[in-house]
């Protein structure tokens, strides 16, 4: 069984960056691409970023450029700068176990296609 727990996040001056990290327990091995997702309240879940296992990552538009995913043998992680106030959302770190490809598809999915998910934390960037 795999789990995911974050850390990181909170309030975030605009203009500043910010790192979250999501530890991964259980069999790491069984992960094939994972990702961050951000949604605020009233809004539908938005892909942030994918990285795959060959290290591959995507971005949608909106942090292109101000983001980075990266991940290690312990687990995944999301940096980004130059946060601005509609980056403000509870951020989640989802994993996929089944085949998976670096397709904007999967980050447009609406999380449906990640199995296990983290418990989320909120950021929320202050003018």
């Known amino acids: 069984q795999v789990n995911l727990v974050q850390s990181g996040g909170g309030p975030v001056q605009a203009g500043g960056s910010l790192r979250l990290s999501c530890a991964v327990s259980?069999?790491?091995?069984?992960?094939?691409?994972m990702a961050w997702w951000r949604q605020v309240v009233g809004k539908e879940r938005e892909g942030v970023a994918l990285?795959?296992?060959?290290?591959d990552s995507r971005y949608v538009d909106s942090v292109r450029g101000r983001a980075t995913i990266s991940k290690d043998n312990a687990g995944v992680y999301l940096e980004m700068s130059n946060v601005r106030p509609d980056d403000s959302a509870t951020y989640y770190c989802?994993?996929?176990?089944?085949?998976?490809?670096?397709?904007?598809?999967?980050?447009?999915?609406?999380?449906?296609?990640?199995?296990?998910w983290g418990q989320g934390t909120l950021v929320t960037v202050f003018s």
């Open positions: 990285i795959v296992p060959a290290g």
């Open positions: 259980g069999d790491m091995s069984a992960i094939t691409c």
């Open positions: 989802a994993a996929r176990f089944r085949p998976c490809g670096s397709s904007m598809a999967y980050l447009q999915s609406g999380g449906s296609l990640f199995e296990v």
